[in-house]
């Protein structure tokens, strides 16, 4: 007589048994992933920081706030500095444009104390160029699957 279906002891490798991972995979890859949101916030931070100090003195008399203003100036315009913690750098790794985001921060010191209107022009101008670096990231992305 033969055995019923239910009753088998079928380890043919049909797909059906679990994937398997060790503890030290497992926790390996969640750090690594961890790590890289843990990255991404400190250079967030660090450029939040930088804007912040550029803008709170800007306009400081004093010799501490216009050395803070100036370093955070120098460091905002660098634009070859290829330091990990560069305006450049941490701009690229946070996906934004930093000439785009310069030329905001500069328009912006030098617009302080005239009217919004080039802060808005300089705004628009940033977010159609992001437009098009999307767009042209896309058909490149789209030739490249096509050849």
């Given at each position: 007589m033969e055995t019923p279906l239910w009753m088998r002891d079928d380890r043919g490798g049909d797909g059906l048994e679990p994937d398997l991972m060790l503890p030290e995979q497992f926790f390996t890859a969640l750090r690594r992933s961890s790590a890289q949101n843990g990255e991404r916030r400190l250079m967030a931070a660090?450029?939040?920081?930088?804007?912040?100090?550029?803008?709170?003195?800007?306009?400081?008399?004093?010799?501490?706030?216009?050395?803070?203003f100036e370093d955070a100036r120098a460091w905002i315009v660098a634009r070859h500095d290829q330091d990990l913690f560069s305006f450049t750098t941490v701009c690229a790794v946070l996906e934004l444009d930093a000439d785009c985001l310069r030329g905001g921060l500069l328009g912006w010191l030098g617009g302080r104390n005239t009217a919004v209107r080039p802060a808005v022009a300089e705004r628009a101008t940033c977010e159609a160029s992001a437009v098009a670096d999307r767009g042209h990231a896309d058909r490149t992305s789209a030739q490249s699957a096509s050849a």
């Open positions: 660090v450029l939040q920081e930088g804007i912040e100090t550029f803008q709170k003195y800007a306009g400081a008399r004093d010799p501490e706030g216009r050395e803070l």
